[in-house]
């Protein structure tokens, strides 16, 4: 928390101010821009927005005043899906499937989500946190402020507790905010490969009581694929989630139709994830349901595919979208949300505004924060970026820049 | 220049080290790397490369030691394809595109090419100074230690001088070193639109000698293509920069075939850039003239194709490629080579060391200074880049990360 900051001169102040629920169709583009405007923060909390000119009389004298130039302001960036605490990295996968090898090949070679399994396992809780540390802060630096982060690659007792405790030791050391997820289901351990019943059983008498107790997770999620749980083994373990007060999130539908959405929907899920095969009468489904779509075009990407999800499909059919990451070693070893911004206008059709929408502000209400972060009006807590751009659209325009944006949060500049 | 810098404890010191020529082929794949290394640098220049054990004798009591903790250094990127100097940005245009508006329609309203010529003939040299500087320190904060820059903004003789003097100013303000190219032919200027031969002339006959005479550029290119100029037109305007002592390049086949890469192979241009739809017949052409192939896939993705050019073919063909990045505010608004080399990895097939040794040696040797930079050998400048990473393979693989390589040219720390 900071004393009183006034951010003068800014060209365009990103507001996002509006009705208090998550954007859906053409609100996703209404960002609220006041042009020379004043961003004044009292108490870590958002304190006025306005002219500079209306709100010059207000700054108080002992203010820390920063002057932007005529620079850019929006809210940070909330990465909604992420998979932050892992040892090691699968570059050396990278380059096998560049030469050809299939996801397949790889298992099989020893490699996949199992090869991080074994090294986290392997590791320290105070290793993982060093890394972890090092990718959060890669993400602080592109403006995330807030990082959704699920366990996953302990799928033991010890270490799935191990990666839940890093992530709320990296929460408590701050800056950014840390919201935690549970992924135990995120696939069968290999002790576990003819006992899959067994797993589904531990998870839901023992670990999802256990964790729920703790309070180390605020939700729960399960990877519903060919590869990892069918649709009722996923039923079985988010039902036993929700009625132990986690919230679900939900990897749904990545790779093939019939993979989760439905089940979202019908458990009352706060997000769908991936979709990149969902059809358009399950999107229904989630509309009818308010389930959130979260779209992860980084995976897509760096899987060296080309199936993005139908985000414009997504916009009419009045779904309120999420951008995220996927941050995670193996399909998605992209930390950035400036370039998910540059996916989703470059390969999903976005708009830069629709993309800053769903990565700030609707991004937040997946994670039950929409009346906390994700946007800048008073009475808000003050997570902001003051860009090196004079134009909004620029973030999704320079791809890949090595930008460097001021970062805020409650209104205590945490730039690394 | 610096005096003796000994940086240790290098996990990979990636030396590129080898044959003195461009490297084809499976040359392309051999980094010749040595493990817990020392690079010492004296004078500016490389001194010694070996192991830690070796060269811990050779250290001087007054060097300055950096320690790399086991992280990775490869050469500082080489950019051979750029268009720094330019006025005001086409963000605008990027979402116009994105809202499904041809270049076409974008060109007819205004934009495209023509937008930023009127922008840069408005701008002062110190005006466009400081905006070079901008996009100069995103590449330098990237690791790329040259940058080859075209003119060609400009289209009158005011404006093409003032953008080369912009480039040697930034050369000689360091620490990045500039190469300059002169781009005239990139468009015909709206003044000239139904007398395209009398333009041609006015190159040919005044900017080119001027422009040599001066000697603010080292080469000269021209935009083969349906919408700039016609395969004659470029053997005119090349020509007449040859006669003049002006090594050649050459925007070649991007958006359609025999749009000039034979002309490149007949002229003996040192690169024939782009190539997007180049055939196997021309590669052939290409390979027996030396002329070198420099991809530009952030051009592709900018503008959201994927008709990515043929780089594994150009390998298999046993063409020297090059990796750069074509950054300019219309079709590619990338300044990062750490992108590229992400792109040539995921979108064209090109291995995590094919993909360096594009971007660094093979790229010096494409603006002749293939014998000064581009690998950490013995007397070569000390361009240099200290990974976060400990592997060469992650820079690749972490797609657009915020991560920071601490970057040395002649030796000296240059980090933004």
Known sequence: MAGTVAVIHIGQLVTLAGPQRPRVGTELRELNVIEDATLLVKGGRVAAVGRDAELRTRIPKQATVVDAEGRCVTPGFVDAHTHLVFAGNRAAEFEQRIAGATYQQIAAAGGGILRTVALTRAASED??????RRHRDW?????????????????????????????????????????????????VPPEFTNRRDEYIRWMVEALIPEVAATGLAEYCDAFCDDHAFTVNETRVVLTAARAHGLGLRLHAEQFRPGTGAALAAELGAATADHLETVTEETLGLLRAANVQPVLLPGSVFALGR???????????????????????????????????????????????????????????????????????????????????????????????????????????????
Chains 1, 2 share one sequence.
């Not at 290793?127 to 972890?132: N, P, R, T």
């Open 139 to 187: 993400m602080l630096r592109g403006g995330t402020t807030t990082i959704e982060a699920k366990s996953g690659y302990g799928l033991d007792d010890a270490t799935e507790l191990r990666m839940l405790r890093v992530q709320a030791r990296l929460n408590n050391e701050g800056p950014a905010r840390i919201v935690s997820t549970l992924l135990a289901a995120h696939t």
């Open 127 to 132: 290793q993982l946190l060093a890394m972890a």
């Open 306 to 416: 080309t199936n993005y999800p139908p985000a414009r499909k997504m916009v009419e059919a009045g779904l309120a979208i999420v951008l995220a990451t996927d941050f995670n070693p193996g399909s998605s070893p992209v930390a950035s949300m400036p370039f998910m911004l540059s996916l989703a206008c470059l390969e999903m059709g976005l708009s830069p505004a629709e993309a800053l929408t769903a990565s700030t502000l609707n991004a937040a209400w997946s994670l039950g924060l929409g009346d906390t972060i994700g946007s800048l009006e008073i009475g808000k807590q003050a997570d902001f970026l003051l860009h090196e751009f004079t134009d909004y659209r620029e973030i999704a325009y320079f791809v890949a820049a090595p930008a460097r944006p001021r970062v805020f949060v409650a209104g205590k500049e945490v730039t690394q």
